[in-house]
């Protein structure tokens, strides 16, 4: 999608827009795995500004889902986000899936026997680095016959994952109400004759022209447990209304008033993306809403009991079964190569049944971890604290596990 930028001016500042200062704008944004954008929408000094403010609050809010689900992003890849267990264990999780110690430890203790050292790595090239500076104040330190010894281990946390998902706030709602008006751009809706949303974009002061809503399912025909991302614009000149709707994850359902009083002919137009493939999802949204409801969803009128635990649990199995195949696959991968290189046959050489019986014992010591981490773990649950601001969610970080660990 792109918009033509003659003519047009910066939503946020007003200044025409001219092929030296226009900007690409994402409808959803590239951080949680949009890939359209539109031009002629906002200047380039502009965006950069709501990108590391109101786009950056709503990637935070958004991050622990984004790792979750594997967001596949346009360019570069989501960073990785430091926990802590409930054990205390200092922990960071990977685009990628697997958890990994958020850094290396070192100590040094002087006994009876010496200095002894001990170090706990993330790779074989940390574990060398580390040993390169102690040998520097130790130089009689033999680094290739300690590295020859070097135990590499995987290991599962021990305490649990605790996330706590903050949605909402004028922040990261400014960075939706944009987005929403990026697609009435797109739709050819004026944004000249979007006022609740330009007075809000424009105006610290203003009142917030956006709510949640999960009374009912606005989107039809859902694809079951896909966590989509969507944004959607109608402009209805029965009720004068242009109304937004913007998903996240399936999970964060805002409406938006993006004006009032239209007279043009009738618009609907949606944008739905599948964050973990970038796959372009075909929906239909409705907005039916007159004034009477957009004033209720403003007053947190619109959000049941229970609604966005049941659309976090609609969304969630998906992810569970994803990355508890991806570590299966990785573990049972890992523990082939290493019986293989340890059971004493050489490549090509016909297995005897000593090189069998080795070979089971050697894959299920390494299959031992994962085994007893998924009997031994403990059920997840999840809770929503006030309306609409905190999904709260308590378990084991489905099926991860922290990196492999060298240990010297």
């Known amino acids: ?23 690409r704008e994402h409808v959803i944004p590239e951080a949680i795995g949009g890939r359209v954008a539109v031009r002629g929408f906002i200047c380039r000094t502009c965006n950069n500004g709501a990108g590391h403010t109101w786009d950056a609050k709503l990637a935070s809010q958004l991050h622990p889902l984004s790792l979750m689900f594997g967001v596949q992003r346009q360019r570069g890849s989501t960073p990785g986000l430091a926990i802590t267990t409930t054990a205390g264990e200092d922990l960071v999780i990977t685009a990628d899936g697997p958890l990994t110690l958020a850094k290396p430890s070192f100590s040094e203790e002087t006994g009876p026997e010496g200095i002894k050292i001990q170090i706990v790595a993330r790779s074989m090239e940390e574990a060398t680095r580390i040993l390169a500076g102690v040998k520097r104040k130790y130089p009689k330190l033999d680094v290739d016959r300690i590295l020859a010894d070097a135990q590499m281990s995987t290991s599962y946390p021990k305490g649990l994952v605790h996330h706590r998902l903050d949605f909402g706030g004028e922040i990261s709602g400014r960075s939706i ?67 937004g709707y913007a998903e996240y994850f399936g999970v964060q359902r805002v409406v938006v008033c993006l004006g009032r009083r239209y007279a043009g002919g009738p618009v609907r137009a949606c944008y739905a993306v599948d964050p973990r493939t970038g796959t372009r999802l075909d929906l239909s949204i409705r907005l039916g809403f007159g004034e009477a409801e957009i004033k209720a969803i403003y007053d947190y009128k619109m959000i049941p009991d229970g609604a966005i635990q049941e659309a976090f649990a609609k969304v969630m199995p998906a992810a569970i079964k994803k990355r508890f195949e991806a570590e299966r696959d990785r573990v049972m991968k890992e523990a082939t190569e290493y019986a293989f290189a340890n059971c004493g046959a050489k490549p090509g050489e016909m297995l005897t049944e000593e090189h069998v019986k080795k070979l089971s014992r050697l894959v ?4 031992t971890p994962f085994i007893l981490h998924n009997v031994a773990r403990r059920p997840r649950s999840l809770s929503v604290a006030g309306p609409t601001e905190s999904v709260e969610e308590t378990g084991r970080e489905n099926e991860e596990q922290p990196a492999k660990k060298t240990q010297t």
């Open 1 to 23: 999608m792109s918009g033509e930028a003659s003519g047009q001016r910066c939503v946020l500042c007003d200044e025409s827009i001219s092929a030296h200062n226009d900007s």
């Open 177 to 243: 109400v944009k987005s929403v008006l990026a697609m009435a751009h797109h739709a050819g809706i004026p944004t000249d004759i979007c006022h609740d949303a330009l007075d809000y974009l424009r105006n610290s002061s203003a009142t917030p022209c956006f709510g949640y809503y999960h009374a009912t399912d606005l989107v039809f025909d859902r694809p079951p447990e896909v966590p989509l991302n969507c944004v959607s614009v109608e402009a209805n000149p029965d009720t004068g209304l242009i109304l």
């Open 364 to 367: 299920a010591e390494k299959l």
